[in-house]
């Protein structure tokens, strides 16, 4: 497949430009510098400059399906970011296609008041996004990770409607991710996911 990365030089982002290029995948990759751009072509994918605030849509040319990893992190610009891009590309999407579309959200989308303080505003932005890409008439899937660690991934996992809270690796949610992009099982859906001890096809097979 053609797989279009948002978000690649991230730390879930380039779990998944890994291992898509391990499994044979051809990935485009959006960043945002040239030392990200040089980094994507040493894990031979094909690095496309742009910014999700202006000009990003030539990383989707020739895409098969699309995954999103990207956030404001520290940066706070969650209405920009979480918000506003994560539905200019959902949009986007809907008009040119392609209509497969992976989103890496968050675990508490649902139920902010119940999550860390802090994180309320993210998630709270993100709910409008995530209700905005379900109602997008895309084959997406909403992937909502408990926090995130950098932790080698253990391939084991667990995923639910709402998890407990927890922590997952980041080479974990990747997975999950790439997993998705290969089961139609889990078009239309949204879940959180957690480490745990269910290995990850096995736990998507049960959604
Ligand atoms: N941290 C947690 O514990 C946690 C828990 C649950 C869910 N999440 C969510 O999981 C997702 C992935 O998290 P992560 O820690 O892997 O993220 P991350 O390392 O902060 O990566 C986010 C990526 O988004 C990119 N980005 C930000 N603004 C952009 C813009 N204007 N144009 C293009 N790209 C832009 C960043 O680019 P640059 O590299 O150029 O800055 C970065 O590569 C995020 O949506 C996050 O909110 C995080």
Redesign the pocket.
Known sequence: MNIAV????????RQVVSQLGQAGHQVRA????QA?ADMMTLHGAMPNM????GE?KQVLDGADAVVW?????M?G?YQ???GD?LENVADTLSQQGPKRFVV????GVDRPEAMPPFLIP?LKV?AVSDAHVQESGLDFTIV?????SDQPGTGRVQIGLQAPRGQIA?EDVARVVVACLMDDNTVGKTFEVIGGDMDVHDALAAI
């Not at 909502?144 to 995130?148: A, K, N, Q, S, V």
Request: aromatic share 2%; glycine share 22%; net charge positive.
């Open positions: 948002i978000g690649a030089a991230g730390g879930v982002g959006l960043v945002r510098t990200q742009g910014d999700l605030t990003w990893a990207a956030g404001a992190g940066s610009q920009a970011i979480d891009a890496v959200s968050s675990m993210v993100k909502r990770p408990g926090g995130l980041r």
